[in-house]
């Protein structure tokens, strides 16, 4: 592992977890698993995005794994979890459907976040049957279905095919990130987080980011170049809420809202102003409260009541 993995003091530090397993995929992959919390406490499953690890969950197991039984896994190739050739929706649909088979219980109903890639995971696994199993609920951070390039802000021009060729090329190029530099840290907040994210938070994703193996970061780049899991956002069928960064330059809210009026049971958007792509490490207190909300209504609430009223409740804490 990196030096530069993630930061060792402060709230984005990655807390230890109390237990580590290996998940084994359907192609035989390898998959490093964490469990944080109580071992019969409500569960919480969180899949990280593109180029990251369990390390950016840091404040989302700080605070929640208190009283739920937290479970954060690294996708292939990255943290922890070795490299695959296999680099495709399929197999992130089949990660997620192994970890969930290794830690949960039949019929144990846990909430389950995906940001950005980890998002898509989501969708790509949503018509599975052991998705449906156990999926009582989901939130999605920043994340898209499709036409992620095309959209992407990150190269400051017009939209249109000269925009989508060079975004192409700066997200999937081959060249090493290097030291986490000043340079580095404007470079990626520019790209990834809002105009007011505090230094320590730069910092945190920074180390997480560089630390992505650049074969890994190309391998992945590709495939969220050519997404396309509309489909399995009309497939999910689990009460989601979905969360965006209005400043978000790699999945502008567009993605958000389009997500938002196709879900076939939408608990609504929140658009965070100011905010962009790394919503869970820039807004943690909102997206602790968004899961705790969801686990309330949907896994730990009284039987007959949840449909009813957690909608609601999601609503006006948007």
């Known amino acids: 592992m990196s030096r530069l993995t993630h930061v060792t003091t402060g709230p984005y530090a990655p807390p230890v977890p109390a237990r580590e397993r290996t998940a084994v995929s359907a192609d035989g992959a390898r998959l490093h698993v964490e469990v944080h919390g109580p071992e019969n406490a409500p569960p919480v499953v969180l899949a990280h995005g593109w180029t990251c690890s369990t390390a950016f969950w840091a404040a989302q197991i700080r605070e929640l794994a208190v009283d739920h039984r937290v479970i954060a896994y690294d996708q292939r190739g990255h943290g922890r979890s070795p490299a695959s050739p296999a680099c495709t929706t399929q197999a992130l649909a089949d990660d997620l459907d192994a970890v969930l088979a290794h830690t949960l219980s039949g019929g144990e109903r846990a ?45 400051p021009l017009r939209a ?25 840290r404007s470079i990626l907040k520019y790209a990834t987080m809002g105009a007011g994210s505090d230094p320590h938070m730069v910092e945190a994703c920074a180390r997480i980011v560089h630390a992505c193996p650049r074969a890994v970061r ?12 509309d489909d399995g956002v009309r497939e999910l069928r689990a009460p989601t809420a979905v969360i965006s960064g209005a400043s978000d330059r790699l999945t502008p809210p567009l993605h958000a809202r389009a997500l938002a ?35 309330a209504a949907y896994v730990t609430a009284t039987p007959g009541r949840a449909g009813a009223e957690a909608p609601e409740r999601i609503k006006e804490g948007s």
């Open 111 to 155: 909430v389950i976040v995906g940001h950005s890639m980890g998002g898509m995971s989501v969708m790509a696994a949503s018509a599975r049957p052991r998705f449906r199993e156990h999926a009582a609920a989901v939130l999605l951070c920043s994340t898209g279905s499709s036409r992620l390039v095309a959209e992407a802000r990150v190269i």
């Open 160 to 184: 249109g095919a000269v925009r989508t060729w060079l975004t192409t090329h700066v997200l999937a190029s081959r060249a090493p990130l290097g030291p986490v530099t000043p340079v580095a």
């Open 218 to 229: 190309h391998a992945w780049a590709i495939v969220l170049a050519h997404l396309d899991l």
């Open 261 to 295: 009026a196709a879900l076939p049971h939408s608990l609504g958007l929140t658009e965070l102003p100011g905010m962009g792509h790394m919503t869970p490490v820039e807004a943690p207190e909102l997206v602790n409260g968004k899961i705790r909300e969801l686990v």
